[in-house]
């Protein structure tokens, strides 16, 4: 089951170089199964990515976010209407833990 949330994510992968990356976005949904990331700038489909998934307070005296952090694959990437640059994908997570 997966819950609509729009929370800050930062996400890292590396690449067919070997390159290290680093993005940020925001979560649209997200489950202890995955997540949906919405941002222009995202890895290929297919590739391991470790996000940071920065959860609203729970608590209204609580005022900083929790950090969690999940390991996971890039399972599908997502378009626009108009057929342009996918602009969200989905991520499969393998682990979830607190950062």
Known sequence: MRF????????????ESGVPHE??????NISELGAFVRSREHPPQGTPVQLTVFLPPVQKNHAAP??????????????????EEAYGF??????????
Do not use: Y
Not at 23 to 28: N, P
Not at 66 to 83: D, F, K, Y
Not at 91 to 99: C, I, R, T, Y
């Open 4 to 15: 609509p949330m729009e929370a800050r994510v930062t996400f890292r992968w590396i690449d």
């Open 23 to 28: 993005r940020e976005g925001r979560t649209l």
């Open 66 to 83: 929790t950090p969690m952090l999940l390991h996971g694959r890039v399972v599908r990437l997502e378009g626009n209407q108009r057929g």
């Open 90 to 99: 989905a991520v499969e997570v393998k682990s979830l833990n607190p950062a």
